[in-house]
Nanobody, 113 residues
Framework: VQMVESGGGSVQPGGSLRLSCSYS???????MAWWRKIPGKERTFVAT????????TYIDSVKGRFTVSRDNAKNTMYLQMDSLKPEDTAVYYC????????WGQGTRVTVSS
């Protein structure tokens, strides 16, 4: 199982980014999730999506700003992040939920003016 995250970068508050996660070695049945690690804190999940995309969940702090989606034909998951805030600064990872795969390198998101 391999996860490869991409799409991070530096943006100003209020900006947008779209993260991508390319995964292999998994069936489409797995619930997937975006996770993030803020310096000095534990890694936590940000958003989840079921295998069929029928259900998504978000942590309260990103509801209404982030949207998770997936394309099973491409083995890819996305995270559209709008209205970004400085507190969203973190390294973002993808994995199943709960996590069963080795963590990838992640993609860094920096929100700063």
């Amino acid at each position: 199982v391999q996860m490869v995250e991409s799409g991070g970068g530096s943006v100003q508050p209020g900006g947008s980014l779209r993260l991508s996660c390319s995964y292999s070695g998994l069936t489409t049945l797995y619930r997937m999730a975006w996770w993030r690690k803020i310096p000095g804190k534990e890694r936590t999940f940000v958003a989840t999506i079921t295998g069929s995309s029928s259900s998504t969940t978000y942590i309260d702090s990103v509801k209404g700003r982030f949207t998770v989606s997936r394309d099973n034909a491409k083995n890819t998951m996305y995270l559209q992040m709008d209205s970004l805030k400085p507190e969203d600064t973190a390294v973002y990872y993808c994995n199943t939920h709960p996590p069963i795969a080795a963590w990838g390198q992640g993609t860094r998101v920096t929100v700063s003016s």
